[in-house]
């Protein structure tokens, strides 16, 4: 019988990914979820054929450049990438794959729930309750913005996007999105498309992001760009933090021309710009768009689909590089 490979699990992963880990690999697991520094990475991968990292994992140039030579492949356990340096492993033959798709419908749900939440002002009304300073009811008390039949805008209508576009329908929301490519009719489904982003902007009574973050969506949504929103505009996200300009979000809750945020997502995760915190026109989350039982699951048997075709000699069904 041959030997198992050996691969480096970089965070806790649900147990059941775990148990088909340690079935047919020697799995180095990360047992009391501690977050690895660079060094620790480095020393653990010794001898490993394969990384199983999250996105908190910054696998930068300088660390891949450092791997050894027994890692073959990095399987991420994430849809997103902008915490692997392609182009490093590339360079030094060494596979990556993330986990797209089982994802989207968790994420999608984050975004209605964001949307929904920062519309109808769903933060200070339950801090109301929990803090027991609900004082009555009334009729002018609490007033959001009604969701259904609004115009969204969504920024990246790939599979995220697409599935977002579908619940949102579901409150008969005119669609709209950019997106590099044009999407054919059947996938269109009636969204208007906009091939400039600025040409979108000011369609959007609600606006949700859902691109990745690589350098040229950096900064997305800066201060040029909200400025071309409608007054009273919501902005959700639940893609990366890097793709908003904090200042500029911020700058624009406070003075009011943006009704309100709803963010899953954050520059700096966990230590979020604490100016989101003290706005009460912000519905914030802890990056748990793919949070559910069954799509966490799905993300480990997805990576470790990947990994086991690789080990296999295998194309793997998720490849980036
Ligand atoms: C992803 O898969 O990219 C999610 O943001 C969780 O990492």
Same mark, same amino acid.
């Given at each position: 019988?041959?030997?198992?490979?050996?691969?480096?699990?970089?965070?806790?992963? =649900?147990?059941?990914?775990?148990?088909?880990?340690?079935?047919?690999?020697?799995?180095?697991?990360?047992?009391?979820?501690?977050?690895?520094?660079?060094?620790?990475?480095?020393?653990?991968?010794?001898?490993?054929?394969?990384?199983?990292?999250?996105?908190?994992?910054?696998?930068?140039?300088?660390?891949?450049?450092?791997?050894?030579?027994?890692?073959?492949?990095?399987?991420?356990?994430?849809?997103?990438?902008?915490?692997?340096?392609?182009?490093?492993? +590339?360079?030094?033959?060494?596979?990556?794959?993330?986990?797209?798709?089982?994802?989207?419908?968790?994420?999608?749900?984050?975004?209605?729930?964001?949307?929904?939440?920062?519309?109808?002002?769903?933060?200070?009304?339950?801090?109301?309750?929990?803090?027991?300073?609900?004082?009555?009811?009334?009729?002018?008390?609490?007033?959001?913005?009604?969701?259904?039949?609004?115009?969204?805008? %969504?920024?990246?209508?790939?599979?995220?996007?697409?599935?977002?576009?579908?619940?949102?329908?579901? *409150?008969?929301?005119?669609?709209?999105?950019?997106?590099?490519?044009?999407?054919?009719?059947? %996938?269109?489904?009636?969204?208007?498309?906009?091939?400039?982003?600025?040409?979108?902007? =000011?369609?959007?009574?609600?606006?949700?992001?859902?691109?990745?973050?690589?350098?040229?969506?950096?900064?997305?949504?800066?201060?040029? +760009?909200?400025?071309?929103?409608?007054?009273?505009?919501?902005?959700?996200?639940?893609?990366?933090?890097?793709?908003?300009?904090?200042?500029?979000?911020?700058?624009?809750?406070?003075?009011?021309?943006? *009704?309100?945020?709803?963010?899953?997502?954050?520059?700096?995760?966990?230590?979020?710009?604490?100016?989101?915190?003290?706005?009460?026109?912000?519905?914030?989350?802890?990056?748990?768009?793919?949070?559910?039982?069954?799509?966490?699951?799905?993300?480990?048997?997805?990576?470790?689909?990947?990994?086991?075709?690789?080990?296999?000699?295998?194309?793997?069904?998720?490849?980036?590089?």
């Amino acid at each position: 019988m041959n030997a198992k490979h050996t691969v480096l699990v970089t965070r806790r992963l =649900p147990q059941a990914v775990e148990e088909r880990l340690q079935r047919d690999y020697d799995a180095r697991l990360n047992t009391r979820d501690e977050l690895y520094s660079s060094a620790q990475i480095l020393q653990l991968a010794a001898g490993a054929d394969a990384i199983i990292p999250c996105h908190t994992e910054h696998l930068s140039a300088e660390i891949i450049a450092s791997l050894p030579d027994s890692v073959r492949a990095i399987c991420s356990f994430s849809v997103g990438y902008d915490h692997i340096d392609l182009a490093a492993a +590339r360079s030094r033959g060494i596979i990556v794959t993330n986990t797209p798709d089982v994802l989207s419908s968790a994420t999608a749900e984050i975004a209605m729930l964001l949307m929904l939440g920062a519309a109808r002002r769903a933060h200070e009304g339950a801090r109301m309750l929990r803090t027991n300073t609900w004082a009555d009811w009334s009729a002018i008390g609490q007033l959001g913005i009604e969701v259904t039949g609004k115009r969204l805008g %969504i920024i990246g209508m790939g599979r995220v996007g697409q599935v977002m576009a579908r619940r949102a329908r579901g *409150f008969d929301m005119q669609i709209h999105y950019y997106n590099r490519h044009r999407l054919s009719p059947e %996938i269109e489904q009636g969204a208007s498309y906009h091939a400039d982003l600025n040409d979108l902007l =000011p369609h959007c009574q609600f606006l949700s992001i859902h691109c990745p973050a690589t350098p040229e969506t950096h900064h997305l949504l800066n201060a040029e +760009r909200i400025a071309r929103l409608p007054d009273d505009a919501v902005v959700v996200n639940t893609a990366r933090g890097a793709v908003v300009d904090d200042d500029a979000l911020i700058a624009a809750l406070q003075s009011g021309k943006l *009704f309100a945020a709803g963010l899953d997502v954050f520059n700096g995760e966990p230590d979020i710009d604490p100016r989101y915190r003290d706005l009460d026109n912000t519905f914030l989350l802890p990056h748990i768009g793919s949070a559910t039982r069954e799509t966490r699951d799905a993300m480990g048997f997805r990576a470790l689909d990947n990994l086991d075709a690789i080990v296999a000699g295998q194309e793997p069904r998720d490849r980036l590089v």
